[in-house]
């Protein structure tokens, strides 16, 4: 079946560092990708996407790389900062939404 | 308005007991959905509706009934609870067409005694 996964389930990073956190997903159909950031008690927050007809999109301190040879996406944040500190999903469809498994960025000062 | 308003936030409930969760969204969005997230897990899917039609159920118990009485407002019926049913419970809703962006409640946190 469809599935999205992460490689990491943690990232430690010290403030100001550029993090990168990975995405494989296996329904090769995938056309449109999602990354969320989810803080303690709160729901998902739309961060960034991009469609399948893309390979890079970015947006505020983020950017969204796709690489649909290996089914592979990534979410680079710049300068990391401690209010980044938060579970990161990405997810993947149209009708209905598929999570990953989440990674754990921790933002040290 | 661009946010989905969840309520309550929080909900203790025994197993004989019969509760709603509520979500409300005034953006014009025409798909809505239910996900439950159990601690560090992903959201999983349960229900999608499109129109206020039910179009996908993912296999969810009966315990869990959806309702979608107008285009603004979802609701969850919930009767005869587990205490493994405890989870935070997300709404989400969709505009429907070639825009493709999910806005997320912040979640019911249930827990079932």
Known sequence: GESVGLHLPTLSVQEGDNSIINCAYSNSASDYFIWYKQESGKGPQFIIDIRSNMDKRQGQRVTVLLNKTVKHLSLQIAATQPGDSAVYFCAEGFQKLVFGTGTRLLVSP | ?113
């Open chain 2, 1 to 113: 308005d661009t946010e989905v308003t969840q309520t309550p936030k929080h909900l203790v409930m025994g197993m004989t007991n019969k509760k709603s969760l509520k979500c409300e969204q005034h953006m014009g969005h025409r798909a809505m959905y239910w996900y439950k997230q159990k601690a560090k897990k992903p959201p999983e899917l349960m229900f999608v509706y499109s129109y206020e039609k039910l179009s996908i159920n993912e296999s969810v118990p009966s315990r869990f009934s959806p309702e979608c009485p107008n285009s603004s407002l979802l609701n969850l019926h919930l009767h005869a609870l587990q205490p493994e049913d405890s989870a935070l419970y997300l709404c989400a809703s969709r505009r429907t067409g070639k825009e493709r962006g999910y806005t997320f409640g912040s979640g019911t946190r249930l827990t079932v005694v």
